[in-house]
């Protein structure tokens, strides 16, 4: 089949089309369809125009037009649209129902209806988008757009791909037409075998002086929990094993890195966290392997409960030792006991708990 994929935003800095829709791609091009993956990359304008091959897929990013704002949206829209039909594809695949590809989902189907393209429309959901809302700061138009694209996006698909479980049901009582359940998997292509050959485990824990210390790795933008729970589990921590220490690997879009910071100094746990910041590709194996155990804290949220984490999937990937809360995608994809330990949701106890048992005895 000739399939085109269409995305709402850049390769970067966002993940879904980099770290979910590639990935995809290339898969399918393995069975052996031609996939093209049409990017609007108002969020990467340094990309704009550019194209390239990606095992085997066509990746094309394309031109931003000239314009004042809703002029600009509408051309872009128009262009990625022109491009696709202009593919001739048996399959269109809109990534989120939002956005651009939200947009060009709606005016594909028009089109299909006036006889001007014959391909099937399906829609991949990655995120239930109407939380979002709650959680970014959006214009309250937006919120209402976004609100509105991903309801009528989720009725009108031929098909729907979603990325958890917990989406499938959410979607499922929304429409009758068929779902696939398609959840993220293990990228391999440049992530964390993907390592830069100045940095072994040995150079990363003398940068960051943790010694001989256990190690407990939290790797996250900090979206997915309060704040004040990491506070709690460090001290929780630290009063039964003060020799250990935290690397922290992440940005937050909003400055949660820095608020956290602050709330650690002022609980008096500074010494136990070491910050590194955003972290290029290559050098997240080797800050992976400096770690004894990996956390993924996880609030019992519609959001964290609906999206599947590539960030997990990495540090699974890593053979680190995970301790999650047992919410959404992390039941499906840690293996208690064998990959990592899940406790109930929000039970701080019970999760400095399994940590400290985990440092205490490796061989676990």
Not at 84 to 90: E, I, K, S
Not at 101 to 107: K, Q, T, V
Not at 231 to 257: C, F, K, T, Y
Request: charged residues 20%; contains cysteine; aromatic residues 10%.
């Amino acid at each position: 089949m000739n399939i085109v994929f269409v995305g709402p935003f850049g390769l970067q800095p966002k993940g879904t089309m980099s770290v979910r829709a590639l990935p995809l791609a290339r898969a399918l091009v393995k069975r052996g369809h031609r996939v093209t993956v049409l990017i609007p990359p108002w969020d990467d304008p340094n990309r704009a125009g550019q194209r390239w091959e990606d095992g085997g897929v066509d990746v094309i990013n394309v031109p931003l037009p000239p314009g004042l704002p809703l002029i600009f949206e509408i051309r872009l829209t128009l262009t990625l649209v022109r491009y696709a039909v202009t593919l001739n594809p048996d399959v269109i695949h809109f990534f989120k129902p939002k956005a651009y590809a939200g947009l060009s989902h709606w005016l594909c189907r028009r089109l299909r209806r006036w006889g001007q393209l014959s391909a099937r429309l399906v829609l991949d959901s990655d995120d239930w988008e109407q939380a979002w809302n709650d959680k970014l700061p959006y214009p309250g138009w937006q919120k209402y757009l976004f609100t509105r694209q991903e309801q009528w996006g989720l009725r009108h698909a031929d098909a729907v791909t979603v990325a958890s479980r917990e989406l499938e049901k959410l979607v499922g009582q929304r429409r009758t037409g068929r779902i696939f359940y398609v959840p993220n998997g293990v990228i391999l292509e440049g992530r964390i075998n993907n390592s830069s050959a100045a940095l072994t485990l040995q150079t990363v824990r003398a940068k960051w002086q943790l010694g001989q210390s256990p190690t407990v790795l939290l790797y996250s933008r900090f979206l997915e929990f309060r704040l004040e729970r990491i506070v709690n589990l460090v001290r929780q921590v630290a009063v039964s094993m003060p020799e250990a220490r935290w690397l922290i690997i992440g940005q937050g879009l909003n400055g949660e890195d820095d608020r956290l910071r602050q709330q650690l100094a002022q609980a008096g746990l500074t010494e136990y966290v070491r910050f590194t910041g955003w972290l290029p590709v290559d050098q997240l194996a080797a800050h992976f392997q400096a770690a004894n155990v990996g956390v993924f804290p996880y609030d019992d949220t519609v959001i964290n409960r609906t999206k599947c984490s590539v960030k997990l999937i990495d540090l699974l990937l890593a053979r680190l030792p995970v301790v999650a809360d047992a919410v959404g995608q992390n039941r499906e994809y840690i293996q208690a006991g064998m990959s990592g330990v899940l406790v109930p949701a929000e039970d701080d106890a019970a999760f400095a708990g399994a940590l400290v048992d985990l440092l205490g005895d490796p061989a676990q």
